[in-house]
């Protein structure tokens, strides 16, 4: 195991083709879990945070960039919320979002990483807050890649798959058979979103993403946003459905319901992220 | 004068708020000029780039995304834009996007501190490009403030304040009286911009400055981008105008004739990123 990440220093860095961002702070738990290193430490700016095999994934006080943006535009507009699937996030912060939706009857949550829940109920309460003990949630620690390939035809009305960049343990959440085991599994009228990186610290990922996913869906579009801790800081969501692209409008009932949680999420902030599409990628999509 | 920025890690960094963003590479210049330290440094992610007082702010690949946020949509909405001022930009950058608008016959920039335009003319001259030689470009080595106080009035179809963060050489750029001067030298039908700070890493100063304009002006509203250099990475820029908030929409042929050139904007974008107020500061403008 490499020496603490903090070095001496002072300084928790993620460093990303020549480009390094740190937080000041101190490495509360650093440790190999047979998956990745999971590392969680305590910095003056953003409360506590975990580090996955030394990429930032979260902090207690900018958790919500995130989640907000993965899980509402899914949840409020898939056709019905019943059953609801997610790939990951074990941090809990997905489930918490997702839990807000009273319209959930069924919330299955398949993380491959028994320490990284263990860690983030431990040190990051407040992430998953009350969706550890929701009966709704239906956890499981399991490979989420097996469980999307062997889970029913048409059975879940959403399906996030809320990964870390596509290496270790993530590596297989960005290819076409994932894809299509996720559009399997997925109710006509339901919505995919998955986190699809930045679209300038991870350009040609993004990219992949998006085309992947539009071969396979009938629509997908990315949706771009800010996580500060994440390389370039400029992060993006890609949302896919079938026979029309369903995730650009929120059902207005359930929007109402939870946009008052939100810190960055609401309808307008939606229309507008889906829209920014710099134009650099919106040129790239177009060949 | 302090040590070296990279002080023998390699790394140039910028702090902030318990928050470090750096860039490996080396420093080529660090100088205190009258106004400031002055440094430019050759990094390996995005070339050659300008700090002034140990902050970022321009690197060759990168600064698009900063001033054709800046520029356009104040470019493509005036209703005329035959004189246009910009106080700072002493990269050349402003300059330059401006300048691809044909309807320009006369561009004041004034710039208070005369290294940073000799020093990105020497080693960021792909910021400036042509604009420096450009006849339109009436260049003045002078206190942007007095400059504004002095101006007639209704006198500029489009006024840009380009600055760094309101300390420094910048204070002044930011206060009642200087934007009273804005409104007052600008043609009715005219736009004003400014870059108004992340709403993350500076969000008291962003919220204080578009309360500020929207009490000068009769209309004003922030557009949200990104500039990983800056901190969070998530920046915004306002844009202000009187009976209409014609900075809203740009007029189609003038767009036209610029989005070849750009990497981010587009109207496409610019709709989007108008619209993307995150939750928390929509709530506040509301109050």
């Given at each position: 195991m490499e020496k603490p990440l903090e070095a001496m220093t002072g300084w928790i860095d993620e460093i990303h083709l020549g480009v390094r961002y740190g937080l000041k702070g101190k490495v509360i738990v650093d440790e190999q879990s047979p998956f990745q290193r999971v590392t969680i430490i305590d910095s003056s700016r953003y409360g506590k945070g975990l580090l996955l095999d030394g990429c930032w994934m979260t902090a207690e006080r900018l958790e919500k960039h995130y989640h907000e943006c993965l899980v509402h535009p899914a949840l409020c507009s898939?056709?019905?919320?019943k059953r609801v699937l997610i790939i990951g996030g074990g941090d809990g912060g997905t489930a918490r979002e997702c839990l807000?939706?009273?319209?959930?009857?069924q919330l299955d949550m398949i993380e491959i990483d028994r320490r990284v829940v263990e860690l983030s109920k431990e040190h990051l309460p407040s992430i998953g807050a009350n969706a550890w003990n929701d009966p709704r949630l239906n956890l499981k620690i399991e490979d989420g890649i097996a469980w999307a390939s062997s889970a029913p035809n048409a059975f879940y009305d959403v399906v996030i798959v809320d990964g870390s960049?596509?290496?270790?343990?993530?590596?297989?959440?960005?290819n076409k058979a994932f894809f299509e085991n996720c559009r399997r599994i997925l109710r006509p009228e339901g919505v995919f979103a998955t986190q699809?990186?930045?679209?300038?610290?991870f350009r040609d990922i993004h990219l992949t993403i998006i085309k992947l996913m539009r071969e396979i869906f009938d629509y997908a579009d990315p949706l771009y946003g800010w996580v500060?801790?994440?390389?370039?800081g400029w992060w993006s969501w890609t949302f896919a459905s079938l026979k029309?692209?369903?995730?650009?409008?929120?059902?207005s009932d359930r929007a109402m319901a939870v946009a008052g949680n939100c810190q960055i999420w609401s309808p307008r902030w939606q229309q507008g992220a889906f829209a920014a599409i710099p134009a650099f990628i919106e040129r790239e999509l177009k060949e």
């Open positions: 898939a056709a019905e919320t807000l939706h009273k319209g959930i009857e960049d596509p290496k270790g343990p993530a590596k297989g959440l960005f699809s990186e930045s679209p300038e610290a500060p801790i994440y390389p370039s029309k692209p369903r995730y650009l409008n929120p059902i």
